[in-house]
């Protein structure tokens, strides 16, 4: 990350709470040019920081879990991960160290939806086993 400085630090924060934020506001903030700030988000993007541009949300009677996976250690967990990230209802996925291998969010729009995309994780090959918690609330 030496490429990275404190101006673009202050940049990735502000998009990171609203992507939509005009480049002429994050500017004003940082006092510099909004061409400064074009330049730099090209950059960050460039240099694969930026990975895309999206938006969180939450709908009403919308469910969301927390999956925890448990992986074969002999299936490179990269290769369980990217078969993950394909699945239907899957927002999310963290390879992570301790117990669990792999942490995915996903959502949907009842509970029978959450448990067909775990049952859909839980077949992949090199899964072992999965511990899901339902998330109560989100905080923004």
Known sequence: MADVDESDLKILEILRKNARTPYTS???????????????????????????????????????????????????????????????GVEFVYETTGDYDILTVVRGTNISSINKTIDDIRSLQGVLSTNSTIVLRVWF
């Open 26 to 88: 994050i500017a004003k903030e940082l006092k510099i040019s909004e061409a400064a700030v074009r330049k730099r988000i090209e950059k960050l993007i460039k240099m694969g920081v930026i990975k895309r541009f999206t938006i969180d949300y939450e709908l009403e009677n919308e469910i969301r879990a927390i999956v925890m996976v448990k992986t074969n250690p002999q299936i490179p967990t990269p290769e369980i991960s990217k078969k993950i990230i394909k699945i239907q």
